[in-house]
């Protein structure tokens, strides 16, 4: 009865369970490769799937296989240009900027905020003595590389409660590849949960939250399935904001891009927010402090910040009239 | 204990031989008193535990009980039935009802397991049409319930729904359209659609009575304006709890209209902020001279909290669980409030924030750790043995703690009781399941035996940790008092369940997920379970036999099993609890009523 139970715990073989992990990476790498099979039955986990291929920390992208990656924008990772992996690069910044090191984070960020998230978590309950696999299997806790601390092995699982006690007591010195999700444990509300997950996303770094707050807004992309967060206060300018919105949102207007023979986004560079959104018809937009969607790059740039509440890159039919006008704002501006 | 299930209104009992011996006085004679007399004498009476004491002590009592008793709290809304409710208590004002087992709050329950509050409702419109609160936890509740409570109690007053489920922003609008009398809303950490805002905006315009507003869990924006003019009507207002969509310019507006405010919860704290606004928001903290409890403070930014200060040194609970804080900006917040009676926080603060409030806290009674990493088993997070040591050290009236760690050893325990043999609420979790003493490397027996031991009064406690039946040895052996126990990824054998069944004579509640308890476990608390509210057990080592045999032997014990979905023998989990109302009819097709 005790084998199976280290099933449960995705991405730990017997062996990675017990020996010390040396080479996380790996581990790691190895127990995302192994999201895949296991994935099954659950609705709502294509996207998860795909959301946690991008960029989770620490994992590395030429693992991903053909075809199980970022298919959400209708490219083979394998095909990315340079540009496109600016974007996965960036993805990753991305993430790794808003996660604490945990995949989990970035996945409870994308799942909408319904407070009942906790359904739509991919758990189990290891319960004793029962083959694994029909079980639906946690696909979040694969990833966490380079985490030191607690051996993985300690398991929850009843029978063999003691022989895994002791292995993990013998091992806790060690660091863990990985470590399963149990259903409901820790024992904290869903509430609490979902509302840390969110909290934590913003407040990125705690060692290097200093001085004044930071100031995450939300950026929406029409057409792109989610959303990202930027930090405004990283940037000085409008010119900065521009180049790191297209480094993050090229990937989604690929396809756009490609057809216009802007397949090469080598950098930045200052046509870059009016050649990728202009051209591809996109306007910057963002709401400010009394509701109102606004153009962006009329007022200063100290005063936009203090006013910004969320962006937008809106399709340029439906800001009609307004893009040319953006373009000379924003050369005069810059 | 919730005598609410004796309810043969024939029954003649007596609390001890010396009422006997009057006893038969009683029957013969009339009532020393006339009725009234002894039903406003009994109408002073408020304790659950009181009443049920008196409705005991022979049948002119219980009768003049049941016509005085105008709040009911129902532990398990499945142990009684609106019907026989109804019968008892012509005249109830005051409703409480807890639904789902506790464990539902961690995911264990699968939705539409039941606890509905319709039915209740119904009975309660036809019985009682005066109700006026009706508080409700862990219990599902429906957009239309909530407007068939809004239309059905003229004189409704408070609503309190916390863990619940089912509903949606728009049944809270029913309630703010039409109750008119209303007093308090309060909801609190419930899985609800949140639609939108615009409830808010549903209380008249005349409407004035609102006392206590709580919706700080609720994610949607409400309007600033509306919100604003109700809290200026509300002259009564002591409790307002607003949720993170109210920045701190706004929270400023709202503290000059209600500076009576007793309990806040601030919305966001993270808005940039021009100086004199920071000014102006210290003066009306400084103005609230009654706050006494502040909660909230979302994403809260270290430099708006001496905003705070003006405030501290009179409030006795700060609730800092949402506010990401480092140790340094907690400590130099900490240092503002002597007062302290109730903490709770996240453990970002970290072992030095605690030992703050270990120097700063004397008056502590109850502090709450709550982990802002939970699934993350990095060890240089968090709080470790240190931190409630040095609380315990400071803080010797400290008798409520709950708190996530990643490391314990059984020494810090044993040290922590000895300064604070008071506890009467202690509960700990490890966070590695099964994980021993980390310089030891034993089990956390230890540790638990010294609570049992030190702590006599402990009414309440949470084990975690790598723990032997030696732990429930000892639980069943010293926790006389102990009502509420709950246990995960503990114990070998059965034998440590038998322990606690055997002993811990005031066990009301027990749930147990993960431990390797079986039949002979839970068939050892046959006769217990009736003295019980309600046992959990998931994912042990129970089978059908085992269920079936205790569902024959204790017919008065509803046993409802959720199976295991590839053994059929094996059983996933069961909750057997005691019942007056026989099995539920409205049990969901995966529950099983043995």
Redesign the interface.
Known sequence: MSPPQEQYYIGLSEASSVERNSDKISSSSSSSSNICPEDEGNNALNLKETELRLGLPGSQSPERKAGHGVSLFGKDLEEKTSGFKSCVSGAKRGFSDAI???G?WDLRMKVS????F??T?V?F???????GA??NINTL?SC?PG????E?G??????P??E??TS???D?GSS?AS?A?????????????N??AT??S??SD?EA?S???C?YVKVSMDGAPYLRKVDLKTYCNYAELSSALEKMFSCFTIGQCTSNGLSEQEGLNERGLKDLLHDSEHVLTYEDKDGDWMLVGDVPWEMFI?SCKRLRIMRGSEAIGLAPRAMQKFKNQS | MNQLWKMDPNIKKTKNSADSANYPEAIQSPSQFPDEVLEKVLSMLHSHKDRSSVSLVCKDWYNAERWSRTKIFIGNCYSVSPEIVARRFPRIKSVTLKGKPR?S????VP?NWGANIHDWLVMFAKVYPLLEELRLKRMTVSDESLEFLAMSFPGFKALSLL?C?GFSSDGLKSIATHCKKLTEMDIQ??????ISGSWLSAFPDNFTSLEILNFA?L?SEVSFDALERLVSRCKSLKVLKVNKGIGLDQLQRLLVRAPQLMELGTGSF?Q?LMSHHCVELENAFRNCKNLQILAGL??A?Y?YLHVLYPACSSLTFLNL??A?L?SDEFTKLIAHCPNLRCLWV?D?VEDKGLEAVGSCCPLLEEIRV???????????HGVTESGFLAVSHGCRKLHYVLY?C?QMTNAAVATIVQNCPDFTHFRL?I??????D?LT?EPMDEAFGAVVKTCTKLQRLAVSG?LTDLTFEYIGKYAKNLETL?V??A??SDWGMQCVLGGCPKLRKLEI????FGNAALLSGLKKYESMRSLWM????VTMNGCRLLAKEMPRLNVEVMK????DS?V?KVYVYRSVAGPRRDAPPFVLTL
Not at chain 1, 125 to 131: E, H, L, N, T, V
Not at chain 2, 105 to 108: E, G, H
Not at chain 2, 513 to 516: E, G, I, S, Y
Request: charged letters at 25%.
């Open positions: 604490d090191g945990s989990k905020s319904d407070v009942s906790g359904k978590e758990l309950s290891p319960g004793g003595g029962k083959d029909s079980k806790q966490l985490l030191p601390g607690k993985a300690a398991p929850p699982a009843a029978k409660v003691e895994k006690n993990s007591a013998k806790h863990p470590k999700q149990v259903v409901g444990w820790p024992p904290i509300r869903s509430f609490r949960k509302t840390l909290n934590l913003k407040n705690a939250k001085g004044p707050s100031l203090c | 464990f709050d961690f995911n264990l939705q863990s489920d950490e419930n899985g609800i659609d949140d869990s994610n993270q940039e979302w994403d930014s430099i669980s949402y990401t480092r996240l970002t709550f982990p802002a990493h939970p699934f993350d088993q990095d060890m240089n996530f990643q979790c966070m590695n399941p099964g994980q021993p980390y490397d790598l709950s995960a990824f114990g070998r997920r993960d431990c390797p998931s994912a042990c080592n295991d979905e590839e053994d094996h996933d």
